[in-house]
């Protein structure tokens, strides 16, 4: 008797279902200890705030959700003709409902145009980095998925286009924020055309950047390219499942005739056309309003984040900041985690980057937001430098006791911190921040906005023969903290 093939698809098991930062139990059992509430910037959301918020906006809640009550007790219409009119009308340049196909979210839409296209062993490319959804879903089909860095990714050969049943990559990118030209684009989209490979566009941020820089106007008679648009993060309304696709009335037919049918929700339905339908569409106040926010807020956080050590913000065209933490103390997840204890999600991009623990993306919010977020770093920053102060200072009082001589730090970045020749036993201070100006110390406000005990001035504990009375106190039998204060009393408090 023949043996059955396993229930699920081999791809299938490559794939993992999809959380919004969800923290590791420990993490989220110490933030409701301390009843923390969260503000989210790991999202791409509009930091205008929803647009039924918006005081301009001319758009009526409650009277939409009254008139979406009369509709729940039967099926939507499946063609959604007023929703694709409303997305049409919105995106403009001659788009009619024809080239638009609705869908329950980008992720749908993205699944729905690689399930009607890609075959097993089919290759499709990608930039390095992207969202690792692009990879996961092609993966889904049975594609092999080529991650190429961005620039070599445009420039590819013919050989290598043609070879490729698609290309699928964000404008602007994500995580990196960064928006290709339209002229530049739109070149690649034709060499797409003419290899005969699909090129799918997510434009989901592109309103909260330059929406003038779309491809939707170069969909007529291409049947190989695809814009994807996103609603949730224009009008930052996540909890509203629509969306829609942008391609020749040809290529359009084909996904409304492949799509789930009524896969948007009456409420969805009703409130995104009323959405799609603001006055000015793609220049309405509410949008040209966010970009102006979002521009300053953007110059406001390269320059302030720039200024913490360890934090490289990245270039950016969009609503969020890409940071490299390279020459930070601790990595991606540590510091995304230590922050969510604290209520504040930011996003760990080791996904997107092969599992490598360096980048975080910021998302945009409003100044009295990114003010709190920065201080915020500030408190993890200077409390993990203390939880990692006396950690070496442990290994210090071991080595000692031990008979070893201390290590020398002539090669540390810092060295010489005061003077040539200091004494190096101890590289973080046992008494920080002991908050006695009398040492030298003072308070100063640091890059992060936050009050930062400096001691840069104080040089006591770097000279050799007080170093080595202290350190013979810390070694004493008994509790490290009660040995510190003694040691504070008896050495350093009689010379100040």
Same mark, same amino acid.
């Given at each position: 008797?023949? /043996?059955?093939?396993?229930?699920?698809?081999?791809?299938?098991?490559?794939?993992?279902?999809? #959380? #919004?930062?969800?923290?590791?139990?420990?993490?989220?059992?110490?933030?409701?200890?301390?009843?923390?509430?969260?503000?989210?910037?790991?999202?791409?959301?509009?930091?205008?705030?929803?647009?039924?918020?918006?005081?301009? *906006?001319?758009?009526?809640?409650?009277?939409?959700?009254?008139?979406?009550?009369?509709?729940?007790?039967?099926?939507?219409?499946?063609? $959604?003709?007023?929703? %694709?009119?409303?997305?049409?009308?919105? !995106?403009?340049?001659? !788009?009619?409902?024809?080239?638009?196909?609705?869908?329950?979210?980008?992720? &749908?839409?993205?699944?729905?145009?690689?399930?009607?296209?890609?075959?097993? @062993?089919?290759?499709?490319?990608?930039?390095?980095?992207?969202?690792? &959804?692009?990879a996961l879903n092609s993966v889904l089909f049975g594609a092999r998925v080529l991650p190429l860095p961005p620039h070599e990714l445009l420039l590819a050969e013919d050989d290598v286009l043609s070879c490729a049943r698609l290309v699928l990559l964000s404008n602007p990118a994500n995580p990196g924020g960064h928006l290709i030209p339209r002229k530049e684009l739109r070149l690649f989209a034709e060499r797409c055309a003419e290899n005969?490979?699909?090129?799918?566009?997510?434009?989901?941020?592109?309103?909260?950047?330059?929406? =003038?820089?779309?491809?939707?106007?170069?969909?007529?008679?291409?049947?190989?390219?695809?814009?994807?648009? *996103?609603?949730?993060?224009?009008?930052?309304?996540?909890?509203?499942?629509? *969306?829609?696709?942008?391609?020749? /009335?040809?290529?359009?037919?084909?996904?409304?005739? +492949? %799509?789930?049918?009524?896969?948007?929700?009456?409420?969805?339905?009703?409130?995104?056309?009323?959405?799609?339908?603001?006055? +000015? +569409?793609?220049?309405?106040? $509410?949008? /040209?309003?966010?970009?102006?926010?979002?521009?300053?807020?953007?110059?406001?956080?390269?320059?302030?984040?720039?200024?913490?050590?360890?934090? =490289?913000?990245?270039?950016?065209?969009?609503?969020?900041?890409?940071?490299?933490?390279?020459?930070?103390?601790?990595? =991606?997840?540590?510091?995304?985690?230590?922050?969510?204890?604290? +209520?504040?999600?930011?996003?760990?991009?080791?996904?997107?980057?092969?599992?490598?623990?360096?980048?975080?993306?910021?998302?945009? %919010?409003?100044?009295?937001?990114?003010?709190?977020?920065?201080?915020?770093?500030?408190?993890?920053?200077?409390?993990?430098?203390?939880?990692?102060?006396?950690?070496?200072? /442990?290994?210090?009082?071991?080595?000692?006791? =031990? @008979?070893?001589?201390?290590?020398?730090?002539?090669?540390?970045? $810092? $060295?010489?911190? #005061?003077?040539?020749?200091?004494?190096?036993?101890?590289?973080?201070?046992?008494?920080?921040?002991?908050?006695?100006?009398?040492?030298?110390?003072?308070?100063?406000? @640091?890059?992060?906005?936050?009050?930062?005990?400096?001691?840069?001035?104080?040089?006591?504990? #770097?000279?050799?023969?007080?170093?080595?009375?202290?350190?013979?106190?810390?070694?004493?039998?008994?509790?490290?903290?009660?040995?510190?204060?003694?040691?504070?009393?008896?050495?350093?408090?009689?010379?100040?």
């Amino acid at each position: 008797m023949k /043996e059955k093939r396993a229930v699920f698809k081999e791809n299938t098991y490559l794939i993992s279902q999809y #959380h #919004h930062c969800i923290l590791p139990d420990d993490l989220r059992a110490k933030a409701d200890a301390q009843k923390t509430s969260s503000i989210d910037f790991s999202t791409r959301l509009n930091p205008m705030g929803n647009v039924f918020q918006y005081q301009h *906006s001319g758009l009526n809640l409650d009277g939409l959700i009254n008139a979406a009550k009369k509709q729940i007790n039967q099926y939507p219409d499946n063609r $959604y003709l007023e929703f %694709r009119t409303a997305a049409a009308d919105f !995106i403009g340049k001659g !788009i009619t409902f024809a080239n638009v196909v609705p869908g329950s979210g980008t992720c &749908e839409l993205i699944r729905l145009i690689l399930g009607c296209t890609l075959e097993k @062993g089919d290759i499709v490319l990608t930039p390095f980095p992207s969202t690792p &959804e692009y990879a996961l879903n092609s993966v889904l089909f049975g594609a092999r998925v080529l991650p190429l860095p961005p620039h070599e990714l445009l420039l590819a050969e013919d050989d290598v286009l043609s070879c490729a049943r698609l290309v699928l990559l964000s404008n602007p990118a994500n995580p990196g924020g960064h928006l290709i030209p339209r002229k530049e684009l739109r070149l690649f989209a034709e060499r797409c055309a003419e290899n005969k490979t699909m090129l799918i566009v997510d434009e989901s941020c592109i309103e909260l950047c330059d929406p =003038s820089q779309t491809l939707a106007g170069y969909t007529f008679g291409n049947d190989y390219l695809v814009i994807i648009r *996103s609603i949730a993060h224009s009008f930052s309304l996540p909890g509203l499942k629509a *969306s829609y696709a942008i391609a020749s /009335e040809n290529l359009a037919q084909y996904f409304n005739n +492949g %799509r789930l049918p009524w896969s948007i929700g009456a409420f969805s339905d009703l409130l995104c056309t009323a959405v799609l339908s603001i006055e +000015g +569409g793609i220049n309405s106040r $509410y949008l /040209e309003e966010s970009r102006q926010l979002i521009q300053s807020q953007r110059n406001y956080l390269m320059n302030r984040i720039g200024r913490i050590y360890g934090f =490289s913000p990245q270039h950016s065209d969009a609503n969020y900041l890409l940071v490299d933490l390279k020459d930070l103390f601790m990595d =991606s997840r540590t510091l995304t985690q230590n922050l969510a204890s604290k +209520g504040f999600l930011i996003k760990d991009c080791s996904s997107f980057f092969q599992a490598e623990k360096q980048f975080v993306r910021i998302g945009m %919010r409003t100044q009295e937001d990114n003010d709190i977020l920065l201080k915020a770093i500030g408190e993890v920053l200077t409390e993990t430098s203390k939880e990692d102060a006396r950690e070496r200072l /442990e290994v210090t009082i071991e080595s000692a006791a =031990s @008979g070893a001589a201390p290590a020398s730090r002539g090669t540390c970045q $810092y $060295y010489p911190c #005061h003077f040539k020749g200091q004494d190096c036993t101890f590289c973080f201070c046992p008494f920080y921040a002991c908050e006695d100006e009398r040492t030298g110390g003072k308070w100063i406000v @640091g890059s992060s906005g936050n009050r930062v005990w400096s001691c840069e001035n104080c040089t006591y504990i #770097h000279q050799s023969t007080l170093s080595r009375q202290i350190l013979d106190i810390l070694m004493e039998e008994g509790d490290t903290e009660a040995n510190i204060q003694k040691a504070w009393s008896k050495i350093l408090k009689p010379l100040l």
